[in-house]
């Protein structure tokens, strides 16, 4: 489903990523992990068009490297982002109709928005109510569910769990299991046992490179990996 080749990101004249390269096949989850600055996250700015970069990223078989960030949720990319960004003025419903707008998804976004509030209980419940008068953890729920009402078949999860409390953390790896039976999910994630737990395979960048790869079993095994990210 996806493919990136020989990926080179740049903030400006400040490159972050050199030379990386991974699939991702058709219902998969893949993990990205590893510590903060090592460059995940531009990885997968890189793959949403939001970075400057070198390289191939090829979607279901299509070069879409050169794409602006608008055209990937019309061909089914959804990049959920770090830090939640919900519209804090506007109400749960507003927000999770935002993320219906492009031309694959509006015609289903009622639809698409009872779904979301069927996963997310607590977002029914606040329908009504301004996204910056939710916790943290409901936000998270609201950024994960605005990113599903564009109807995507590959969905980029930047750090779901940061700054969330831990019984909420496991409720949104709860859900993104769930998810994986009909969504092909790319994380990164700072809780890199969740991370690895629900993973097929995964990666861990080290100073911007791919240093290990494996399945997500292989790297919960691996001494380097629970030495330095695991704690053991």
Known sequence: MLKVSNLESFYGAVQVVWDVSFDVNQGEVVSIIGANGAGKTTILKSVAGLTDHKGSIR???REIGN???HKMAELGIAYVPE???VFPQMTVLENLRMGSFNKRARTEREESIANV?????????????YAG???GGEQQMLAIGRGLTSR?????LDEPSLGIAPIIVDEIFATIQQLKKEITIVLVE???????????KGYVI????IAISGTGKELQANEHVKKAYLGI
Do not use: M, T, Y
């Not at 509030?117 to 109510?129: G, M, T, W």
């Not at 700072?190 to 097929?200: E, F, G, N, P, R």
């Not at 080290?206 to 490179?209: D, N, Q, R, S, T």
């Open 59 to 61: 979607f279901n078989g």
């Open 206 to 209: 080290e100073h911007g490179k």
């Open 190 to 200: 700072q809780h890199v046992h969740h991370a690895l737990a629900i993973a097929d």
């Open 67 to 69: 794409l602006p960030a």
């Open 133 to 135: 008068n939710l916790s």
């Open 83 to 85: 830090g939640r960004k």
């Open 152 to 156: 995507p078949s590959l969905l980029l």
């Open 117 to 129: 509030l069927d996963i997310f209980p607590r977002l029914k419940e606040r329908a009504q109510q």
